[in-house]
């Protein structure tokens, strides 16, 4: 963090390559508010001329408790993950749980299965347990992407902390779950807010699952919610762009305030020599 | 030195345990260790029921769809003929089937290749901070958290031959209409240009934290030593963050592979199969006509997960074999 | 614990804003139908339907809980997005948790009565004498009816009077090919683009190709007939000429709908449910019944949905669902109907002519829906998926170039046949 050599030109062409990669992302504001008539003009206006508000009247009137639903999955599918993944990477990286080498070659397999084989399979197995349209079974849906890539992380991560720490915990009398809590846990900041931040888009933007189990909730995500906008025959895409403006933006801030702290725990945590 | 590889070894790749330390204790009691591992079972216990639920039975069903021949009337009763291979010898054969493995190796391979570089590149742009740095890394991650409809339909509004903007800033410099989404040999490039740009985060963050990994203090000494950048790049960066990018490549290999969304907003995989890859290919077979197909589905989804295994044997053959370097 | 560090305190303000939205929604809702788990779960009855547009609360959705009140029960009614509610129904068969009633697109209904979750209407003890047999054709599979169509719509002609004014076309001589062509011609000269339709690779294309396809005399069983090679060739000719855009490739009926209303088309093809729009358009608009190669109006293939009946274990349940379907299907409710979904035409000779007497300028559309066809009628039923999709991709060949029409229709009929062998 004391590199201030040269910060402007780097800031500059920060802001630029930041700027094309998000071109797209203002396209889509630039679309939610252009007007039926010119969504198809040729050639396009690069900034909508004649702007229109109707798509963000229909969101604002609409999607409100939408965008809450799929904020509540996204925490929901994180809280998950890290339950299941934590203790599971602690397990393999630190407790040397016998038949990881398998295990880790199974969790690389799980997540190669086609995510539409994945709803169908959960599809007949929720009419079962009666998980359908519920929350709780959408968020244990949406973890099925996270979890993997979470242990992966964790496992990697953990691995790296030197045995000379928990050893020394050992010797003087903590437990194994002592260890975890005390010592593995407050080191893996950094793992836990990259899954956490995985775990979180990949729930926000998931649609699939939304779409084959919980089509009847009475919280539906935003995702479907954009199905809104999309009849039989027709789709009002103004609406969709405004969903997508209005959900991407407390997603943003999260994004934001998640980075700072992502790689910043790395020197300042303990695992320097 | 020794430390800072070892170190940097164990961090960056997934189930090896790290170097021993120098002070292997095999006097360790067998009650300990034994206890041990019952702890390490309960700690696993949530992940493996987790694992056996949700994926193993998915995965058997999708099994069982591709050896039966399920038409739909078969779906819905349950009554299935069993024919064992026949789905597959039918799938391998069909007229579809070199031009879906052609298109998925050029989306899958192109896409990868220029997602890592261009993560790289911006990873090494953003390793040391500067003003925004942080704000800015933040917000590449933007495209990750729309949702797929909403980007892939964005990019093929940008890219529509008539009206699309990138025509129109094409045309300000002179060059004709290229009409990437309806040209038979263009629309699998445009697919896979939009999936680039999706696949950019993730690889953003994952090399980001790799390169946070390697000290500082390799670069500064490597300065000292007169090394350039461009060398401090090829002889330090890229050596000591191959398990971060092997790892990366592979789970983006895997990703890439089941990629649907993007391709079937923008083109649904037209025209006429020109942008048709292996997964779109399963999934127009089972929800893009009138007439699922289920069993053909399953078996091309089954010959995804094929592939995928193929190369994740390969990551772990070349795993094992970096263990065995000192 | 030390102080709670920032993300957590983030994450916590996050959680509480969320959980306020969701309550907020729940507060704000009022009677939705989705409330129906009264007791005794056996007054309350599930109903699927296509139309997500329309929410809890809308005249759609007040028709059908009304509809259930009538029938002494409480209607849990669903919205799926029409191109997953097909195999949505075929995974619920399976599981046997089939709603009582299910409202699809027509040319679906073979294919669910093909695997026998679907009741009939003889089995309801509901009579269909009354309904337009062309329509009722559609479900209609071995010689039962498995559904009732709730009201019809269909393509036709819609045109730019502006541009057409300007370039000295006079619509009421399109009566023909020919005729079509010379029109697209003078627009051409007058320097606008002639038309636009959607050729998309999904079923939509399929859908906006028949009525030229069956225009031209051509016949679903034969793909690579002359008439039809004529009529792909008239599509790709129109490409190749510039009459219309190489993005009616990739267009959805919607798509091409939103390319009209920038007012540089001259023509547009598409379907009754966009009258409205085209009244507010930002230029005065009219419509012409799609002309057939040699003169008259072309077959055009129906759309709209059929009310169906899955099975269901409790058979006591079919009186209410008799009833409920009723409801629905009477002259009023056919109306009512017609209007809800910017005019769906009713599939009664008695609903469409009180619409008429409600909106007499909808004459066209009537005439049109009476001329249509049904996609799976002629028998095809399960067959014509199978058909469309080959007829589609033979459409996408041609118009990108990659194959002649004649070639692109050959290999579409290989296939077919060897698909529906």
């Known amino acids: ?273 | 030195m020794t430390t800072i590889s070892t170190r940097l070894g164990s961090a960056g790749s997934p189930g090896r345990d790290g170097s021993t330390p120098p002070e292997v204790r095999r006097t360790a009691p067998l009650r300990r260790v034994r206890s041990t591992q019952w702890a390490a079972l309960a700690f696993a216990l949530p992940l493996l029921a987790y694992l056996l639920v949700f994926y193993a039975f998915p995965l058997y069903r999708n099994i069982d769809l591709s050896v039966h021949d399920y038409n739909v009337r078969a779906f819905v009763q349950g009554n299935a003929e069993f024919v064992g291979l026949d789905v597959f010898r039918d799938v391998l054969t069909s007229a579809t089937f070199p031009t879906a493995v052609r298109n998925t190796l050029i989306f899958v391979l192109v896409s990868l290749v220029f997602q890592y570089a261009t993560g790289l590149a911006l990873a090494v742009f953003f390793r040391t901070s500067f003003r925004l740095s942080a704000v800015l890394r933040g917000m590449f991650l933007v495209p990750w958290l729309l949702p797929l409809i909403v980007s892939a339909s964005t990019w093929s509004w940008m890219l529509n031959g008539d009206n699309g903007i990138v025509n129109s800033a094409l045309q300000a410099f002179g060059i004709g209409q290229i009409n990437w989404l309806t040209d038979p040999s263009l629309a699998i490039w445009s697919v896979t240009i939009a999936n680039i740009w999706l696949g950019i985060p993730f690889n953003l963050v994952i090399l980001y934290s790799g390169l946070q990994n390697i000290p500082g203090d390799v670069y500064e000494a490597a300065s000292l030593d007169g090394a350039n950048a461009w060398q401090q790049f090829w002889r330090i960066t890229f050596p000591l963050l191959r398990p971060v990018s092997a790892i990366t490549l592979l789970l983006g290999f895997v990703y890439t592979l089941k990629v649907v969304d993007v391709i079937w907003v923008m083109t649904t995989g037209g025209p006429a199969n020109a942008s048709t890859t292996l997964a779109v290919w399963s999934y127009r077979e089972a929800f893009g006509t009138g007439q699922p197909d289920f069993s053909p589905a399953a078996a091309v989804g089954n010959i995804l997960i094929l592939v995928a295994l193929a190369i994740g044997l390969v990551y772990v053959q070349l795993q094992r074999r970096q263990e065995k370097q000192p | 614990m030390k102080r709670i560090p920032m993300p957590v305190r983030v994450l916590g303000l996050v959680g509480a804003a969320s959980v306020a939205l969701t309550a907020c929604s729940s507060g704000s809702d009022g009677s939705d139908g989705s409330d129906g788990a009264s007791a005794g779960g056996d007054t309350t009855f599930t109903w699927w339907d296509p139309y997500p547009q329309h929410e809890d609360g809308s005249d759609w959705d007040k028709r059908v809980q009304a509809c259930g009140e009538e029938a002494g029960v409480t209607i849990e009614r669903t919205a799926y997005d029409t191109t997953a509610l097909t195999n949505q129904a075929l995974l619920s068969a399976q599981e046997g948790t089939s709603p009582d009633i299910i409202l699809i697109d027509n040319p679906a209904v073979s294919t669910l009565a093909d695997t026998g979750m679907l009741t009939t209407m003889d089995e309801l003890g509901f009579d269909t004498s009354a309904f337009d047999e062309n329509l009722l054709d559609a479900g209609v599979v071995d010689g039962d009816t498995y559904g009732i169509p709730i009201g019809a719509n269909t393509l036709a002609l819609y045109y730019n009077k502006a541009i057409l004014d300007a370039a000295g076309v006079d619509p009421a001589t399109i009566t023909d090919w020919a005729t079509l062509d010379d029109a697209l011609a003078k627009v051409a000269a007058a320097g606008r683009t002639g038309i636009t339709f959607a050729g998309i690779n999904t079923e939509e294309g399929s859908f906006q190709f028949l009525p030229w396809f069956w225009g031209a005399g051509a016949d679903l069983r034969q793909l690579d007939s002359p008439e039809a090679v004529q009529a792909l060739q008239l599509w790709t000719d129109w490409l190749d000429k510039g009459y219309a855009q190489q993005s009616a490739i990739t267009n959805s009926q919607n798509t091409t709908w939103e390319e009209f209303l920038t007012g540089d088309f001259a023509f547009a093809e598409n379907g009754t449910w966009q009258v409205n729009s085209a009244a507010e358009a930002g230029f005065e608009t009219g419509y012409i019944q799609l002309p057939a190669m040699d003169g008259g109006g072309a077959p055009a293939p129906t759309g709209g949905e059929f009310i169906v009946a899955p099975v269901q274990e409790d058979t006591d349940r079919y009186e209410t669902t008799s009833q409920i379907i009723e409801c629905m299907t009477t002259t009023d409710g056919l109306v009512q109907t017609a209007e809800t979904f910017a005019y769906y035409i009713p599939s009664t000779a008695e609903g469409q002519e009180a619409l008429l007497a409600e909106h007499p300028e909808l004459d066209t559309w009537v005439g049109a829906v009476q001329d249509a066809k049904g996609r799976t009628s002629d028998d095809l039923g399960t067959d014509y998926p199978l058909i469309s999709e080959q007829l589609w991709t033979a459409v996408q060949k041609a118009l990108s170039g990659a194959a002649t029409p004649q070639d692109a229709l050959t290999e579409a009929q290989t296939a077919a046949e060897s698909a529906t062998s």
């Open chain 1, 1 to 273: 963090m004391t590199t201030t050599r040269r910060p402007w030109w780097k800031t500059g062409l920060g802001l630029l390559f930041t700027a094309l990669m998000l071109f797209p992302v203002y396209w889509m504001l630039n679309v939610s508010l252009t007007q039926t008539g010119d969504l198809r003009r040729d050639p396009p206006h690069v900034f909508p001329v004649a702007p229109t508000f109707e798509g963000y009247e229909a969101v604002f009137r609409q999607q409100l408790p939408n965008l809450g639903t799929s904020l509540l999955l996204g925490l929901g599918c994180v809280a998950l993950t890290l339950l299941i993944a934590a203790p599971a990477g602690y397990a393999i990286a630190l407790l040397r749980l016998r038949g990881r080498g398998p295990l880790n070659f199974l969790l690389l397999v799980a997540q190669m299965i086609p995510g539409v084989v994945m709803a169908m399979g959960f599809y007949a197995i929720y009419v079962r347990l009666d998980l359908l349209n519920t929350l709780g079974g959408l968020i244990v849906a949406d973890s099925t992407v996270a979890v993997p890539f979470a242990v992966l992380l964790f496992t990697a991560f953990m691995s790296g902390i030197p045995r000379e720490m928990t050893e020394a915990a050992r010797i003087d009398g903590a437990g194994v779950w002592r260890v975890f809590r005390s010592i593995v846990l407050p080191m893996s900041r950094n793992p836990i807010l990259t899954v956490s931040l995985f775990a979180f888009l990949w729930a926000w933007s998931d649609f699939i699952f939304a779409s084959t189990l919980n089509r009847n909730g009475d919280l539906i995500p935003i995702t479907l919610g954009i199905y809104h906008y999309i009849g039989n025959n027709t789709t009002q895409w103004n609406a969709i762009m405004a969903t997508a403006v209005v959900a991407s933006i407390p997603a943003a801030v999260l994004l934001v305030v998640a980075q700072r702290y992502v790689a910043a725990g790395v020197t300042a945590g303990a695992v320097k020599d």
